[in-house]
């Protein structure tokens, strides 16, 4: 089969289309044959070994070579112990601990696998796990919004800032998105409420604070974070700089603790299992899936190139298969 291949840490060059072995499945395994696999910033950081949490894996060499995580395809083959799948089911998955998804087939744990949401094209259902999940936890978590709340989504624009920005929204909150000038337009017309490009404007020192903020672009110091937050107020850091981090994780609980203030990381449980809330809302029309753009497998490259250039609104996903069809009844 083919594959997206890279060995090296490095820029979008070192990933090259080859011919590789096709998995076989162990007993508890499905095969499945990718056709759509999305781009997430994990994506990206794995590829560049940058954060250095990306490379926990591998310190000096990447340990597994063919990235790509939130897969949606069909089932070819089952282990000998998979009751629940059959071949020729769609399925979805998000494959972060094992990754493979830039192939044309990869083995997913039957019970990392859920059938695909009815009336979905496969492009549509692997542009969900990822995201779905960050932004789900990360604004529905440990109490959630009320109507009212004031909620900033740093990094508002990508994946997952796309989901919880919505879902926010659809809670009541008065919301506040942040991500890069070329991106605010499309941040107004999700219905954000209010808007700034972080490269001219830091939302932790214009004097407003916020009931909620999910930081997917983490790169202040935790001291500029619990500035922004109002008395009782949330800061969940998901992605961004080591250095934040750790600040967050061992000074966070210190920092926020006489105005009430929370301060802490969060560590996203990933796996379709935790995106029903989200693919209903989807299903109802609720809520939207954003695709900016789709590559072919031979073009993976340039899909991360594009992925991390800045212009990305959503979503980008890599198209293995074209017969994309809206599946599931
Ligand atoms: N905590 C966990 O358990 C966990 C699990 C999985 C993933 N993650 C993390 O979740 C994060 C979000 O993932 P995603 O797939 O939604 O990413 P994404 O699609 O790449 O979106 C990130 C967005 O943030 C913007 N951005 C970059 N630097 C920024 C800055 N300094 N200030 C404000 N916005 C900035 C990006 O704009 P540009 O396009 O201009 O760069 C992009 O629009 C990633 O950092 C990933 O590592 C965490």
Known sequence: ????????????????????????????????????????????????????????????????????????????????????????????????????????????????????????????????????????????????????????????????????????????????????????????????????DHRTQDFTRDGRTYDVVLDLAGYRSVRAYARALAPGGRYLFVGGSVRTLLQVLLLGPLVGLRSRKRLRVLAVRLGVRHVAPLVELIQAGRVRTVVDRCFALDDVAEALRYHGDGRTRGKVVVVVREDDAPGGS
């Open 1 to 196: 089969m083919r594959a997206a291949v890279y060995t090296r840490y490095g820029t979008a060059d070192e990933v090259r289309v080859v011919d590789v072995d096709a998995p076989t499945p162990r007993d508890d395994e499905v095969l499945v044959a990718v056709h759509a696999c999305s781009v997430n910033a994990s994506d990206t950081e794995a590829l560049h070994g940058r954060p250095l949490y990306s490379r926990l894996g591998g310190l000096r060499r990447p340990r597994r070579h063919v990235l790509g995580s939130d897969v949606a395809g069909r089932v070819v083959a089952v282990g000998r112990d998979v009751t629940t799948f059959r071949p020729g089911d769609d399925v979805y998955a998000d494959v972060l601990d094992r990754l493979g998804g830039f192939a044309e087939a990869v083995c997913v744990r039957s019970d990392a696998l859920a059938p695909m949401p009815a009336g979905m094209t496969h492009v549509e259902a692997s542009a969900i796990p990822q995201a779905a999940a960050i932004a789900l936890q990360g604004i529905r978590a440990k109490g959630g919004v009320r109507d009212g709340s004031r909620v900033l989504v740093n990094g508002a624009g990508g994946g997952a800032g796309t989901y919880a920005v919505q879902l926010a929204l659809l809670d009541g909150a008065e919301v506040t998105a942040v991500d890069t000038a070329e991106k605010l337009e499309y941040l107004r017309s999700l219905g954000a409420h209010h808007v700034r």
